[in-house]
């Protein structure tokens, strides 16, 4: 700890990396969630210690969602060795000789024997490092440090919410679905979804051709059918009427229509679909080009209003879905459904549109089995994060 001004909820600290597993992630972290847990770290016996447990301190979803109750912002100010050539890395992972830190058992740092703070300034000059300064919301979350304050702990990869003033009802808890559906057999594997245009139902089908519709309001099936030898790629609803439509993408074979409602097969005319885009639709300029570094997208679908992007895909180990914001590109919220050598895989998406509700299919894969699809799940987020704090605060 480098500094610690309690009126202006502000510290500064200094993190040095000694051990370097850089093949699952980056040394350094810029992310909130990380200077959450390190400010847990020592607060047993204050304010922070008596909102937030231990168990919950090492629970990685409940830290990424509450994170923004207790850090403001975190800028990176001071940046030493890094980054690093993968020469440089070899020789930090193999050389025994590198000077290390040393242990807890120390005293402070203002009251290290000269030669061991010595030994700790060279590690920090000789190490990848950086300093950071860290505004809390709150003074309390930070009245047990003090300058001079030094411990070894852990950094992985978390990733805290970020949210603008105001933003969080626009944003779907993709923590905490309020349905799973499981509409087919594990013999079938779901494929494609669509919300009715005035967010009253939602249809998903299958590779084999089975088509179910739900009631949004209570995530009951309506309405079963099955279009035998006929599996479609073109899922869509007939705007201002309770009818879905089926259509292969071959042009030739026939559409396929039923009210939902009656439950009947209808005639409807054939429908051409509408999807919002990220290019401009009347002559093809590409509007923005947002990157996406550690994340193998399986599916993207823009927000009703075009204010978010919602993605699913594979990082490292997980299976995730990321909301991320147009205009700055940031990424808002993302939570891992599927986790180990993807369990679950996702191939498509749906924003309902009012906005209330996203929905996304999920194929459950059985790796031991050759990857063989078992079946699957629609996971339905409603849009809306908290906007006060599910801790309490001190006394």
Not at 3 to 16: E, G, N
Not at 35 to 47: E, K, N, Q, T, Y
Not at 287 to 308: A, Q, T
């Given at each position: 700890?480098?500094?610690?001004?309690?009126?202006?909820?502000?510290?500064?600290?200094?993190?040095?990396?000694?051990?370097?597993?850089?093949?699952?992630?980056?040394?350094?972290?810029?992310?909130?969630?990380?200077?959450?847990?390190?400010?847990?770290?020592?607060?047993?016996?204050?304010?922070?210690?008596?909102?937030?447990?231990?168990?919950?301190?090492?629970?990685?979803?409940?830290?990424?969602?509450?994170?923004?109750?207790?850090?403001?912002?975190?800028?990176?100010?001071?940046?030493?060795?890094?980054?690093?050539?993968d020469e440089e890395v070899d020789?930090?992972?193999?050389?025994?000789?590198?000077?290390?830190?040393?242990?807890?058992?120390?005293?402070?740092?203002?009251?290290?024997?000269?030669?061991?703070?010595?030994?700790?300034?060279?590690?920090?000059?000789?190490?990848?490092?950086?300093?950071?300064?860290?505004?809390?919301?709150?003074?309390?979350?930070?009245?047990?440090?003090?300058?001079?304050?030094?411990?070894?702990?852990?950094?992985?990869?978390?990733?805290?919410?970020?949210?603008?003033?105001?933003?969080?009802?626009?944003?779907?808890?993709?923590?905490?679905?309020?349905?799973?559906?499981?509409?087919?057999?594990?013999?079938?594997?779901?494929?494609?979804?669509?919300?009715?245009?005035?967010?009253?139902?939602?249809?998903?089908?299958?590779?084999?051709?089975?088509?179910?519709?739900?009631?949004?309001?209570?995530?009951?099936?309506?309405?079963?059918?099955?279009?035998?030898?006929?599996?479609?790629?073109?899922?869509?609803?007939?705007?201002?009427?309770?009818?879905?439509?089926?259509?292969?993408?071959?042009?030739?074979?026939?559409q396929l229509a039923y009210d939902?409602?009656?439950?009947?097969?209808?005639?409807?005319?054939?429908?051409?679909?509408?999807?919002?885009?990220?290019?401009?639709?009347?002559?093809?300029?590409?509007?923005?080009?947002?990157?996406?570094?550690?994340?193998?997208?399986?599916?993207?679908?823009?927000?009703?209003?075009?204010?978010?992007?919602?993605?699913?895909?594979?990082?490292?180990?997980?299976?995730?879905?990321?909301?991320?914001?147009?205009?700055?590109?940031?990424?808002?919220?993302?939570?891992?459904?599927?986790?180990?050598?993807?369990?679950?895989?996702?191939?498509?998406?749906?924003?309902?549109?009012?906005?209330?509700?996203?929905?996304?299919?999920?194929?459950?894969?059985?790796?031991?089995?050759?990857?063989?699809?078992?079946?699957?799940?629609?996971?339905?987020?409603?849009?809306?994060?908290?906007?006060?704090?599910?801790?309490?605060?001190?006394?």
């Amino acid at each position: 700890m480098l500094a610690v001004d309690l009126p202006s909820r502000r510290i500064r600290l200094r993190s040095t990396v000694v051990y370097y597993d850089t093949g699952s992630h980056a040394p350094l972290t810029d992310d909130a969630s990380f200077f959450l847990r390190v400010f847990g770290d020592s607060a047993d016996d204050a304010p922070l210690g008596d909102v937030m447990t231990r168990d919950q301190r090492l629970d990685e979803a409940w830290v990424d969602a509450n994170t923004r109750w207790f850090i403001e912002s975190v800028e990176r100010i001071a940046t030493r060795n890094y980054p690093l050539t993968d020469e440089e890395v070899d020789e930090l992972l193999d050389d025994e000789d590198r000077v290390s830190f040393p242990w807890e058992e120390e005293p402070r740092f203002d009251e290290l024997p000269p030669e061991v703070a010595a030994e700790l300034v060279l590690s920090e000059e000789t190490n990848v490092g950086a300093d950071y300064d860290v505004v809390v919301t709150d003074p309390r979350w930070i009245e047990h440090l003090t300058v001079g304050d030094w411990w070894r702990t852990t950094a992985y990869p978390t990733h805290a919410d970020r949210l603008l003033p105001g933003e969080a009802t626009a944003i779907p808890d993709l923590r905490h679905p309020v349905a799973v559906l499981k509409p087919f057999s594990r013999e079938d594997e779901p494929r494609h979804l669509a919300f009715s245009d005035d967010g009253r139902f939602l249809a998903v089908n299958s590779e084999g051709g089975e088509l179910v519709v739900y009631d949004a309001t209570s995530w009951r099936e309506c309405f079963r059918a099955r279009a035998d030898n006929s599996f479609s790629s073109w899922l869509m609803w007939v705007p201002g009427e309770p009818v879905i439509t089926l259509r292969h993408h071959e042009e030739p074979r026939p559409q396929l229509a039923y009210d939902v409602v009656r439950g009947t097969p209808v005639e409807a005319p054939p429908q051409s679909g509408r999807s919002r885009s990220v290019i401009d639709p009347a002559d093809g300029r590409t509007l923005e080009v947002i990157e996406n570094d550690d994340i193998k997208i399986r599916s993207l679908k823009v927000s009703p209003g075009g204010d978010y992007l919602a993605i699913s895909g594979e990082s490292p180990g997980k299976l995730e879905v990321i909301i991320q914001r147009v205009s700055d590109h940031q990424v808002v919220t993302r939570h891992a459904i599927g986790r180990g050598w993807y369990p679950l895989q996702t191939y498509e998406m749906a924003w309902s549109p009012d906005g209330q509700w996203l929905a996304a299919h999920l194929t459950v894969v059985e790796v031991n089995s050759g990857w063989e699809p078992m079946g699957g799940e629609t996971h339905i987020f409603r849009v809306g994060l908290p906007t006060e704090p599910a801790v309490p605060g001190p006394e």
